[in-house]
Structure formats: structure tokens, C-alpha cells
């Protein structure tokens, strides 16, 4: 058998004191949280403390009265007495006699001067006649078809007889008042390079006659068909 040293157990205790502490706050909180989520605390203040004083502690608010509306009084009509009507003595209103006195004057109403109106003579304006438009230049345009220039037909290109090629040709010539070409350009193409370029340089070399502007000679351009046809 073991026998347990009494003086060893007031010093376990004290080890263990902060412990016991903790564990009893605890508990205590425990309980106190549990009374009050069922209703047991409240029970047991209601015992303690008596009904007078909680009615002194909760003061319950007094209900408002509200006062009942009042009858309204009755009007009192006055009648007021009518007035006597006064009467208006008829007023005489003088009458013009339409029959004059067999003696009397006639007196006529003089009729008032006619406005005086100066007479002013207004003259007679004539218009002048509008312009007459200016008469449009009289133009000629330049010719080679002069039968005094001896201008000789285009060379049929040999290359285009052999392929068979023919077309129509439009060469715009600038033509001086002198009568010589100064430019030609291609107005219209007849399809083929060879029939082209024989007409340019054939209107390069031909004799014109002037264009004129109301029978002044000037330089002027004009359009000069050549037509390739193979018989």
C-alpha cells in the first residue's frame, strides 16, 4: 500500500487554482446565457421584484381624446325692409318747330374753298430701246478641198493592202492664216497604227485655204476626214 503525503495536497490545489477560476467563469457565464434564452431569469425577477414597481418602471403612454366636433349655429337671415321707389318728375325736352314763321330768313350754308392743288406738268419720258445684241462673227472655216491646191491622195500603206486593212480617219489640223498646217493630232483612230500614221503625215504636207472671222484671215483648227477603202 501507498500512502499519499497530506502536505502535498494543498500545493496540488494551488497549481491548479487559476484553472478551477477560469472553469467556474465560465460555467457561471454559461448558465446566465441559458437562463436568459428560456425565459428562467425573467421568471425569477418577476418573483423578485413586485408588479408596483414594474408599472412604475414601464409607464405606459395616455390614450389622446379627441374633443367632438361642434355643431354649427344657425344663421339668423335679416330681412331688410324695401325701399319706398321715389318717382322722377318727367323732364320737357324742347321740339325745333319744322315749319318756319312766314317772315323769317332764309340763311344758306356757305360751302367751305375747294383744296388748292398746284398743276404740275409731267413730261412724257420715252424709254430708250434696249441694245441690240451684237450680230455673231461671220466664220469660214479653213478647206483642203480646193481644187487650185493639187493636194494628193494618202499612200495606201502596201502592208495594210496585204492584210486587208481599211478604215476611216479623223485628223484635227491647226491651220495659220497663211494657209499652213502648223499641227495635226489624231482625232479618231481607224483601228489600225499603219492607216493612222499615213494620214497625220499626209496632212502635214497638203496646202489649205484660211479660216476667216467676218472676212479676216486667222489661225484656226478644223477636223480633216481621210477614209482607207480598198477596191
Do not use: C
Not at 500545493?11 to 477560469?22: D, G, K, P, T, V
Not at 414594474?54 to 330681412?79: C, G, R, S, Y
Not at 325701399?83 to 324742347?94: C, G, N, S
Amino acid at each position: 500500500m501507498s500512502f499519499v503525503d497530506s502536505e502535498d495536497s494543498p500545493s496540488l490545489f494551488a497549481q491548479h487554482r487559476n484553472a478551477i477560476i477560469a472553469v467556474s467563469v465560465l460555467l457561471f457565464h454559461g448558465l446566465a446565457i441559458w437562463a436568459l434564452q428560456t425565459g428562467l431569469l425573467m421568471r425569477a425577477m418577476e418573483v423578485v421584484v413586485p408588479a408596483e414597481i414594474l408599472a412604475q418602471i414601464v409607464d405606459l403612454p395616455a390614450p389622446k381624446v379627441t374633443p367632438a366636433p361642434k355643431t354649427p349655429e344657425p344663421v339668423k337671415q335679416v330681412l331688410s325692409k324695401p325701399k319706398p321707389a321715389t318717382q322722377v318728375a318727367p323732364t320737357l325736352l324742347a321740339v325745333e318747330n319744322a315749319t318756319p314763321a312766314p317772315n323769317a330768313p332764309t340763311v344758306q350754308p356757305i360751302a367751305p374753298p375747294a383744296p388748292y392743288v398746284p398743276a404740275v406738268t409731267v413730261a412724257s419720258v420715252a424709254t430708250p430701246a434696249p441694245p441690240a445684241p451684237p450680230a455673231a462673227p461671220k466664220v469660214v472655216l479653213p478647206s483642203s478641198d480646193a481644187d487650185y491646191l493639187s493636194n494628193p491622195k494618202p499612200p495606201y500603206p502596201p502592208m495594210s493592202k496585204r492584210l486587208n486593212e481599211q478604215g476611216k480617219v479623223v485628223v484635227r489640223v491647226l491651220i495659220s492664216s497663211t494657209g499652213q498646217p502648223l499641227k495635226a493630232e489624231l482625232k479618231q483612230s481607224s483601228g489600225y497604227d499603219r492607216l493612222d500614221q499615213s494620214a497625220l503625215a499626209t496632212v502635214m504636207k497638203w496646202r489649205y485655204v484660211p479660216g476667216k472671222r467676218n472676212g479676216v484671215a486667222e489661225d484656226m483648227a478644223f477636223n480633216v476626214p481621210i477614209t482607207f477603202l480598198l477596191e
